[in-house]
């Protein structure tokens, strides 16, 4: 069984400080995918980014940067310089490349950032 | 090219009622996945659907909900004799045909918050 851990639920920084969302993930397979989702006061769901468990080079998107070590089973996300817009509940979350050839997505419980003027 | 549609976005239902929700998948995409959302919590996947099959509902309730994508028409989630504990955010996502081992992104829709008197 796949499981996310968002151990933060509820963040609040000061605009213009960095921070960062942790996220563990358990899972016995050796290929699989992560995702970040943003999903702001409005209630959709915004794709972030999509990591294969296969490259686990660091990648870099305007503010947004995520650190995945599949040592530790880590996806960490981290925003540089915050901004109230940034504010939102962050999920991550984990999808097997089972056999079906579909997919089944874990989410994690999410972390609520809030960003103060 | 639109996204992914549902409808309504907002439903009211009194208890024992029966909730329908819609979600029309974007073009070319033949596969559907509901997933709800429970108040603070993360989204739970409920079922996978392909045209006029179930593929995996291991995430339904046992029992008064039901879902079905036609060869025609919108998939929809259906819940009958509603109770205040369906009361959630229900999201469809779909995605193109999958093949292999490769994991496409699921595009979610805005979501249906279903608030039950």
């Known amino acids: 069984a796949q499981k996310v851990t968002q151990a933060q639920t509820e963040i609040s920084v000061v605009e213009k400080e960095d921070v960062t969302l942790d996220c563990v993930y358990e899972?016995?397979?050796?290929?699989?995918?992560l995702f970040w989702y943003k999903q702001p006061p409005s209630g959709e769901l915004v794709f972030l980014i999509r990591r294969n468990s296969f490259d686990e080079q660091n990648e870099i998107s305007g503010r947004y940067s995520w650190n995945f070590q599949k040592s530790t089973s880590s996806f960490n996300f981290t925003i540089t310089a915050s901004q109230v817009v940034d504010s939102a509940v962050y999920f991550c979350?984990?999808?097997?490349?089972?056999?079906?050839?579909?997919?089944?997505?874990?989410f994690g419980i999410g972390t609520k950032l809030q960003v103060i003027p | 090219n639109a996204g992914v549609m549902q409808n309504p976005r907002h439903l009211v239902r009194r208890r024992g009622q029966e909730a329908r929700l819609r979600c029309s998948p974007m073009?070319?995409?033949?596969?559907v996945y509901w997933y709800r959302q429970l108040p603070e919590e993360g989204l739970k996947f409920m079922v996978y659907?392909?045209?006029?099959?179930?593929?995996?509902e291991s995430g339904m309730p046992k029992e008064r909900f039901s879902a079905e994508f036609p060869k025609e028409g919108p998939s929809i989630l259906r819940i009958q004799q509603v109770v205040r504990g369906d009361s959630a955010a229900y999201f469809c996502?779909?995605?193109?045909?999958?093949?292999?081992?490769?994991?496409?992104?699921?595009?979610f829709g805005p979501g249906t918050r279903l608030t039950v008197l």
């Open positions: 996502a779909s995605s193109p045909p999958v093949g292999g081992p490769i994991s496409n992104e699921q595009f």
């Open positions: 659907l392909q045209k006029e099959n179930i593929i995996d």
């Open positions: 979350a984990l999808d097997l490349a089972n056999s079906g050839g579909y997919q089944k997505v874990t």
């Open positions: 073009k070319g995409h033949s596969h």
């Open positions: 899972t016995r397979d050796t290929t699989y995918y």
